[in-house]
């Protein structure tokens, strides 16, 4: 009975590939074998991730195997439109056999890369492709240098070259070759075979969406499910996401009532009853700070579970837990992204972060209310301090607009016009190791203490924003300074300590050092990755204020936002701000809360409830159980107050951006 079914189903195979769209149908049949290993690759190695019974990861290959068809004819629509123009004289003459090599060796190259590249991003990302693919595609200068240092190159490109030749050897082999360029076939038949095909590629982009893979709970079911050129594609469709198109949304009254009410410190007062104008005058404390100079150090990807204080046995951070016990230590922080410009954001603007693109790197983010307003106003002199090409992600456009000087590789890339400011290029001389993100955090510093010390000469406060670079893949650093080899997140995050604390020895002899805070905060997590589209404990980072004679821990739930307003508290200061962070201290207990979003979805931890908007229209609400990591979703507005809560501010957020009330100008 077997025999003959197979003996059934070859007649009708042998004669597809046996015939001028035989390549075509090769090149179909060898993406998807190679689509469904890649995902039976990808479920093995997430297995912890997964949750559900056999029906729910059958339908992960079942979906995965329609985003994969829909992917192959992708792949091959050009060349079946090739197949129905060239004339039925020219089949089989050198020319076709020419050009037909070239588009096949094209196709099986970006079908064998793609497959290759989906097992690096899911190990950083856990996720297919998406905006970041998107976005690293822009800076190729940086994303090729960084392939290059972190893996074999050659060595893959050695592959990729060797599955080709391999695929186009099978095919002659087995007649296929042979039987595509003797195949005369009519233009007849060839509009039907043609038309078909491409009438199916463009149903499928326009019918396939990558919410229809998203029929689980569990982020990772989801993830496998898709397709990671599909994936790609429908990042690049949508890198910005309207808030009143995709998400839940309050009447406007309700909405900044809402904020109003939220937003209002004990110390605070507003300056307007118009409803819209959130700028808002903090009273100042009893002890006044003066203006002490301000480092703002942002560290790349140092996660919280890095530290000894949350249970880290490896000794990666000396230095950063000793300068915890004698700071004021947030342990309770929580990043609002997974991505640095995400932190920039936070850190800098004070927001929640919008749905789509980070502000730092969209249009029109010129002369924001930030925290660089407030220190404008107080006359500091504002440095942003980058190893790498500040181009990167927007950065400099971005500070720039706020009225920082920019400090940083400069590889020939210009800042607009539009953005007054002076750039400061680190010369090749001040650079002792460099790679592809950037020079070694020990060079960063020492830039930030030659900068620091040509303002104190203009005996002029200032305040700087300075990122590091080197806890970042290819996690490579300058040799002979820890014990531990190159090349792994754990070694580049002891490296990264190690420099820090050589920073702080070499500032502590300066004259400036005295009236001077250092703020120490991560940007983002190591990984996000895991079962929930949130991983609230993936956003867990730690942050200290160095310097201020004062020794606390705040172990009350604190957002990034708040990082900054925080410290201006200490330092009793009077400013206007219409940011949505809060001083921490003068939060209301049981009022704390924490912006944890990404790219699509959004939400608010609060207490132990995470109400999380997404790009559905749809509201879902959990208890978050932090012992064990342990997310439960409760019952549809359950908790009807928080939802309206979140959806203010995210809505109000998105909507002041849009609508240019986040311009100093307008202050509202």
């Not at 189903?9 to 074998?33: C, D, E, N, Q």
């Not at 998203?214 to 429908?234: D, M, P």
């Not at 460099?434 to 305040?463: M, R, T, V």
């Amino acid at each position: 009975m077997m025999n003959r079914f197979f003996k059934f189903l070859g007649s009708f195979i042998k004669p597809a590939f046996m015939s001028r769209y035989g390549l075509l149908f090769s090149a179909v049949t060898v993406y998807l074998v190679l689509s469904f290993l890649v995902r039976l690759v990808l479920t093995i190695i997430s297995s912890d991730e997964l949750s559900g019974n056999i029906i729910t990861n059958l339908a992960v290959f079942i979906a995965g195997f329609i985003f994969d068809v829909s992917v192959a004819l992708f792949f091959i629509a050009f060349y079946s439109f090739y197949l129905l123009l060239i004339p039925v004289r020219l089949i089989g003459t050198m020319v076709d056999k020419i050009i037909t090599c070239f588009i096949l060796s094209i196709v099986l190259l970006l079908i064998f890369f793609s497959a290759m590249a989906e097992f690096p991003f899911w190990d950083e990302f856990g996720s297919r492709f998406n905006f970041i693919a998107v976005d690293y595609l822009i800076y190729t200068y940086e994303v090729i240098e960084n392939i290059n240092e972190s893996y074999p190159l050659p060595l893959l490109v050695t592959v990729l070259l060797a599955m080709v030749i391999f695929v186009f050897y099978l095919l002659w082999k087995t007649g296929v070759f042979e039987a595509a360029f003797s195949d005369k076939l009519s233009f007849r038949k060839r509009i039907v075979c043609s038309g078909s095909i491409l009438l199916m590629a463009i149903s499928c982009g326009i019918l396939l969406s990558n919410k229809n893979a998203e029929f689980s709970g569990n982020r990772t079911v989801n993830e496998l499910s898709k397709n990671g050129v599909f994936s790609f594609f429908a990042a690049f469709r949508s890198n910005e996401l309207d808030y009143q198109t995709f998400y839940t949304t309050l009447p406007h009254k309700q909405t900044y009532s809402l904020l109003r009410k939220n937003l209002l410190q004990p110390n605070q007062k507003y300056q307007s009853a118009d409803l819209g104008n959130i700028a808002r005058i903090t009273v100042p404390g009893n002890e006044k700070q003066g203006r002490p100079n301000i480092f703002l150090i942002t560290v790349e990807s140092l996660s919280a579970d890095f530290l000894k204080a949350f249970g880290n046995k490896e000794d990666l951070t000396p230095n950063y837990d000793r300068l915890a016990k004698e700071s004021i230590f947030f342990t309770n922080l929580y990043a609002t992204g997974t991505r640095t410009v995400r932190g920039m954001e936070a850190l800098i603007l004070s927001v929640p972060p919008t749905p789509g693109n980070s502000i730092v790197r969209r249009p029109d983010n010129q002369n924001l209310i930030s925290v660089a307003s407030i220190l404008k106003a107080k006359n500091y002199q504002l440095d942003f301090i980058y190893g790498g090409d500040g181009y990167f992600d927007n950065m400099n456009t971005f500070f720039g607009g706020q009225g920082f000087d920019i400090v940083d590789r400069d590889r020939g890339n210009p800042i607009p016009e539009s953005v007054n400011t002076n750039r400061f290029p680190i010369s090749d001389n001040e650079v002792t190791f460099e790679n592809a993100w950037g020079i070694c955090d020990e060079d960063i510093y020492n830039q930030s203490l030659k900068f620091a010390d040509n303002a104190a000469d203009k005996k002029s406060p200032f305040f700087q924003f300075v990122m590091t670079t080197s806890n970042h893949k290819p996690y490579t650093f300058p040799d002979g300074k820890i014990d531990m080899k190159q090349g792994s997140r754990e070694s580049a995050v002891k490296y990264t300590d190690y420099a820090l604390g050589k920073f702080l020895k070499e500032a502590r002899k300066r004259s400036w050092f005295k009236n001077s805070v250092f703020v120490i905060v991560a940007d983002h997590c190591a990984s996000s990755a895991g079962k929930w589209e949130i991983n609230i404990s993936k956003h867990h980072i730690p942050a200290i204020i160095y310097n201020m004679n004062q020794r606390d821990k705040i172990d009350r739930l604190t957002s990034q936002i708040d990082v900054m307003p925080t410290l201006f508290g200490y330092f009793g200061w009077q400013y206007r701000t219409a940011l949505y962070g809060k001083d921490i201290n003068k939060t209301k207990p049981g009022d704390e809360r924490a912006f944890i979003g990404n790219y699509r979805t959004l939400g608010i931890l609060k207490q132990n409830i995470f109400t999380q908007l997404n790009d559905h229209k749809q509201v879902h609400q959990f208890i978050w159980q932090k012992e064990n990591d342990n997310m439960k979703e409760t019952k549809p507005g359950k908790y009807p107050d928080l939802v309206n809560e979140t959806i203010s501010y995210y809505q109000s957020a998105s909507e002041r951006f849009k609508s240019g009330k986040m311009k100093e100008l307008n202050n509202q």
